[in-house]
């Protein structure tokens, strides 16, 4: 069992690029020892593995938003956690989630009917839990922690998340360009988990291809960049910003300078695996 007891472990850090060294979006909040999963990158279920976190002990998945790189992971943890032995599983996500769960449970209906065949009871599986929402408030959702939404900046719906526990504040900003939604959301939290994604680096760096600079500009309008990540930890006065959804071949100290420049608190370059206790 991973070692933390309240705080945040990264599971994957990476982006829609494939990447051997950060796995798809995915993180785990810790309450009290009580995992909760925030979106489902590919790869989600091995790094819980990695991360002595089993994934049968995950009840509660949260998804910030519905684009691929935050779900490609759903199949397998859906399907490995039930054959690990869960039996109880409620995912909250914004309108649209209980459409994609069904269709994710229509593509397997064959085999999970097969494993249902073998002895394996449907609870877990068949019974999910699925709560929506679409518009910024409190969420209930039956975890230790006050949960509030906001809307972010991107290009389908998206949410940021603000849990607050007894005695400690940690917040999601899934994926966004800069928004007073995130300031306002993240204010005075202890952990800020933001997206960082617009670093400068990889085949964006020194192009002068047309086609990449089309790109760049455009991705502008959908994630921050490390100094933008820092102004938004700044303004919000938060302790610690852990900074993540990285490009390929990222360069962690130029991502930490960057962020730096503009927030006086600690700024973390997440990586994959990484534990942040409160
Ligand atoms: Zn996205
Ligand atoms: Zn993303």
Redesign the pocket.
């Known amino acids: 069992m991973s070692e933390i007891k309240n705080g945040i472990t990264m599971l994957g850090t990476g982006s829609p690029r494939p990447d051997l060294e950060r796995s798809g979006p995915a993180q785990v909040l810790h309450i009290n020892g009580m995992p909760i999963l925030i979106d489902c990158g590919e790869g989600t279920t091995a790094q819980l593995l990695k991360a002595n976190i089993p994934p049968e002990n995950v009840n509660v998945l949260m998804f910030t938003?519905l684009?691929s790189?935050?779900f490609f992971g759903y199949g397998q943890f859906l399907l490995g956690g039930w054959g690990r032995g869960r039996r109880e599983l409620t995912v909250v996500g914004p309108k649209g989630i209980k459409e994609f769960h069904e269709t994710v449970i229509n593509m397997f209906k064959d085999d999970i009917a097969y494993r249902v065949s073998l002895g394996r009871p449907e609870n877990g599986v068949l019974d999910v839990n699925i709560i929506e929402f679409d518009e910024p408030g409190e969420v209930s959702v039956d975890i230790p922690a006050k949960v509030s939404i906001d809307e972010m900046v991107?290009n389908?719906p998206?949410f940021g998340f603000r849990f607050e526990m007894d005695n400690n504040v940690i917040v999601f900003s899934g994926?966004t360009a800069p928004t007073p939604n995130i300031v306002n959301l993240a204010q005075g939290a202890d952990i800020l988990v933001q997206d960082g994604c617009l670093a400068k680096t990889g085949i964006y760096r020194n192009t002068t291809d047309p086609e990449l600079l089309k790109i760049w500009e455009n991705l502008q309008k959908?994630h921050c960049t490390p100094g933008q990540a820092g102004d938004i930890a700044q303004e919000a006065g938060v302790k610690k910003l852990v900074m993540t959804h990285f490009l390929p071949n990222v360069i962690p100290e130029e991502v930490k300078e960057e962020a730096e420049e503009q927030f006086d608190g600690e700024s973390i370059v997440g990586e994959d695996l990484m534990e942040i206790s409160v």
């Open positions: 938003h684009h790189d935050h991107h389908v998206t994926d959908e």
